[in-house]
């Protein structure tokens, strides 16, 4: 009895918290969204710290890359209970691929909940360097997570080549977010996207996977916090075999226009969508940024980047690049050209990086 004890009993006092705070948000709107910010993050917090226990025991296990795994899952598991938020994944039978280069949209924190439910095995994460202070830091740190260095320029390249021979060498997955930063409206949109994530994939020689995570403007904004379904759609495999650096613009706007594509559709629609323009970011030039979004093309089968991760370099060095299929490089060329309200989060530096079992 004395031993069950031990374990009820913390439990119970766990609970203790989470009713006051179901209380709580039960009295007014802002009572909700402040009772359920605080369960997330607390929610967080609890499992990034239970994770570094977790880590030490799968490392002297010999299991080191199942630690994001285990944790990811275990903060899906009792998040989405507590929060009454489940998430739906459509087409994760295309995770099976790898190596690939998964890229998806970032919206906010909420994002973790959503790759919660989808980390992959044999998982390691590339995070920006400021994150080994946050709540995941000390689990980062011990599940083995590579920490860029966005203000130094040189880093960040070797970062990412170093990212791209570890995809080869081990057969692990990689998942960038494009945008760069955080990008949430009322109208489901997308930012002008970030080449990095396609310069990987092409100097990698590995596929392209976009995951389409709904917008959830909804459920999750400031001074909203409500509960839900929220879809994720994986769409299939983009091949990159033969095509070379100067295929990446092609490639960038291909995925970008399947995943607003995406995007809209299976997104819940708001009464003000035909009123209102998606953001275009500021300075940006129009021929470079944005989407010929009259006409969406759609998507055709084929380990937590940084916008402060810059883009790709070309070959430089002068080595060769393979050289480009006349067929699939003019199918990317036909497919036409490239066309905030941001939260007070932190964790747009992250990428995850894992390999899925067959």
Same mark, same amino acid.
């Given at each position: ?63 080191? +890359? ?27 039978? +295309? ?87 955080? +990008? ?26 976009? !995951? ?11 001074? !909203? ?74 998507? =055709? ?19 060769? =690049?393979?050289?480009?299929? =006349? ?23 992250? !990428?995850?990086?894992?390999?899925? +079992?067959?």
């Amino acid at each position: 009895m004395s031993f069950l004890a031990l374990f009820i009993k913390p439990l119970a006092y766990i609970s203790v918290p989470v009713v006051i705070l179901r209380t709580i948000a039960s009295t007014s709107p802002d009572g909700r969204y402040y009772a359920q910010l605080t369960i997330y993050l607390g929610t967080l917090a609890v499992v990034s710290t239970w994770g570094v226990f977790v880590a030490v025991g799968m490392t002297l296990m010999g299991r080191r +890359h199942d630690v994001n795994y285990v944790v990811a899952r275990s903060f899906y598991a009792i998040a989405s209970h507590v929060l009454d938020i489940q998430v739906e994944v459509e087409g994760e039978e +295309h995770l099976q691929t790898c190596p690939v280069v998964m890229v998806g949209n970032h919206q906010s924190m909420l994002d973790i909940l959503y790759l919660g439910r989808m980390f992959p095995r044999k998982a390691s994460i590339m995070a920006k360097k400021e994150l080994q202070w946050s709540p995941l830091g000390p689990w980062m740190f011990m599940s083995g997570a590579v920490f860029v260095d966005r203000g130094n320029s040189e880093k960040a390249h070797g970062s990412l080549a170093a990212a791209g021979d570890e995809m080869k060498r081990k057969g692990i997955s990689l998942m960038m977010y494009p945008e760069g930063t955080r +990008h949430c409206q009322e109208v489901p949109s997308l930012l002008p996207f970030k080449k990095g994530a396609f310069h990987l994939a092409v100097q990698a020689g590995i596929p392209v996977i976009p !995951v389409v995570c709904e917008n959830y403007w909804r459920i999750y904004r400031k001074g !909203v916090f409500g509960s839900g379904t929220i879809r994720v759609r994986v769409l299939p495999p983009i091949s990159t075999t033969g095509l070379s650096v100067s295929d990446v613009p092609e490639l960038t706007t291909l995925v970008r226009d399947q995943m607003l594509s995406t995007l809209r559709e299976i997104s819940v629609k708001v009464t003000s969508e035909e009123d209102v323009k998606p953001a275009e970011q500021p300075g940006m030039k129009a021929d470079s940024t944005s989407v010929e979004e009259s006409d969406p093309v759609p998507a =055709t089968p084929v380990q937590v980047v940084s916008d402060e991760v810059p883009d790709m370099p070309s070959d430089e060095d002068g080595s060769e =690049t393979p050289s480009v299929d =006349t067929s699939l490089s003019q199918s990317l060329r036909q497919e036409g050209s490239i066309s905030e309200y941001g939260t007070e989060t932190d964790d747009e530096g992250m !990428v995850v990086v894992g390999r899925q +079992h067959h």
